[in-house]
């Protein structure tokens, strides 16, 4: 059964800082493109940022600069280093495997 599992949401400031993870399990982790989304109340499903098995990203114009994906495979985890957080980054995020989702972490920037 496969399980991916978010935390490290929370509140912050603008110009803050938040680091995502993502625990998986049941699936092959090294093998798997990991992903970041993200969905605002309201607005359709994003991605946010995306990582390959060989470790190649890619990330939303919206983040870029700003957020940092990376994974470490030992762990089965994927994680998502977000900075300088806006107020448009409020959000419910979402860790994706293939076809398999998480329950989500819910950033919320304010002041």
């Known amino acids: 059964q496969v399980q991916l599992v978010e935390s490290g949401g929370g509140l912050v400031q603008p110009g803050g800082s938040l680091r995502l993870s993502c625990a998986a399990s049941g699936i092959t982790f090294s093998l798997y493109p990991m992903g970041w989304y993200r969905q605002a109340p309201g607005k359709q499903r994003e991605l946010v940022a995306s990582?390959?098995?060989?470790?190649?990203?890619n990330y939303a114009d919206s983040v870029k600069g700003r957020s940092i994906i990376s994974r470490d495979n030992a762990r089965n985890t994927v994680y998502l280093q977000m900075n300088s957080l806006k107020p448009e980054d409020t959000a419910a995020y979402y860790c994706r495997a293939v076809n398999y989702w998480g329950q989500g972490t819910q950033v919320t920037v304010s002041s």
């Open positions: 990582i390959t098995s060989g470790g190649t990203t």
